[in-house]
């Protein structure tokens, strides 16, 4: 892009020589920029997911833990509880027959003998008393009885009767009693025997119980796989990062090979040459080139000569030797030095 010196004029050492149009390496060093950039923001974003993931996998498993833990649980409760509900239901069901049975052969057969009995005893109150009242009317119209004897006998034969009445709506009040109570027998037995049946069903709750704890085991078991996939990403992160670092590593490249688009000198010396005009193309120093010269400085103040000497001379001469040097383009300037290599 631009040569600044000329041949045969002297240069410093950091003076700017020439610059290499940078648009090309800044373009590569943008792009490798928004690479880097956008690989970090990748790599940061899969971190990020990753913790997310690990947080809820760990959630998940402590959960599938706590439900394996109580599905354990009930799974091995589960068959003593039917046991035991079928049991009790069975032995409701046995009392309430032995009730009903009771209520049968025991209680009513006494209860209604009773309740006859008093029956059949004010039935017969009822003839004494109607024999006797009418032994007393026959007796009062002879004269022999009062007339007070004759009413105290009627009043005798109508307590008789409601005597009679009352045990009779006993017995019936006893009778009904009876079908009432033993309605609510067959309504218990009903009962029971709908308890025992709901009992006997409900037994399929062990296999459920057993499917869901096997259930939990395989939640459990996809949880601690979940959570071995968030250490698989961990690896994929780290390729990631490895893909970060080897862009931050060209992008120092670049920005290096851009620093570089202006030449300066490195010493202080001589332009001996410029290889190179403004507008012609450079390659760089890389495997398969040693790079453009673009211009020859040297350092005029210590330089070396080489130069071919006899045998007979040569066997003479020693390493750190004086040397006087005479050059045909500076006859009058003499060049000094030592033998520094034979």
């Known amino acids: 892009k631009a040569l600044n010196v000329d041949e045969g004029g002297r240069v410093k050492a950091g003076q700017l020589v020439a610059i290499i149009d940078p648009r090309e390496t800044q373009l590569a060093v943008d792009q490798t920029s928004s690479q880097a950039d956008g690989a970090r923001s990748a790599a940061e974003r899969a971190q990020i997911e990753m913790e997310q993931r690990r947080l809820s996998a760990r959630s998940d498993l402590r959960s599938a833990n706590s439900r394996l833990l109580q599905a354990e649980e009930e799974s091995k ?8 509900a079928i049991a009790q239901a069975r032995t409701a069901l046995a009392s ?88 609510k027998a067959d309504q218990s037995i009903k009962q029971m ?62 920005q290096r090979n851009l620093g570089e688009t202006e030449l300066r000198s490195p010493i202080d010396g001589l332009v001996t040459k410029k290889d190179i005009r403004v507008g012609e193309l450079v390659t760089s120093i890389s495997g398969f080139s040693s790079g453009s010269p673009i211009v020859r400085i040297e350092d005029r103040q210590s330089m070396k000569v080489q130069l071919d000497v006899n045998e007979i001379d040569a066997a003479r001469m020693e390493i750190g030797m004086p040397v006087d040097v005479t050059v045909d383009a500076l006859p009058d300037t003499p060049l000094h030095g030592v033998v520094s290599k034979i």
Not at 77 to 84: D, H, K, M, S, V
């Open 193 to 254: 025997q709908a308890a025992l049946d709901t009992a006997v069903a409900n037994s399929i709750q062990d296999r459920i119980k057993r499917e869901a704890y096997r259930s939990a085991v395989a939640d459990r078991d996809k949880s601690i796989v979940a959570l071995r996939d968030v250490d698989a990403m961990k690896k994929g992160i780290q390729q990631n990062w490895a893909t970060v670092r080897q862009l931050r590593s060209a992008l120092a490249d670049g």
């Open 77 to 84: 409760a589960q068959p003593e509880l039917t046991r035991a």
């Open 96 to 183: 309430a027959q032995r009730e009903r049975e009771r209520l049968l052969q025991s209680a009513e057969p006494n209860q209604r003998f009773a309740a006859q009995s008093t029956i059949d005893e004010a039935k017969s109150n009822v003839a004494n008393t109607e024999a006797e009242l009418n032994r007393d009317k026959a007796l009062l119209a002879k004269g022999y009885v009062s007339q007070k004897q004759v009413e105290d006998d009627q009043l005798q034969v109508e307590l008789s009767h409601t005597r009679l009445q009352s045990s009779k709506d006993n017995y019936e009040s006893l009778t009904a009693g009876f079908s009432h109570e033993i309605a």
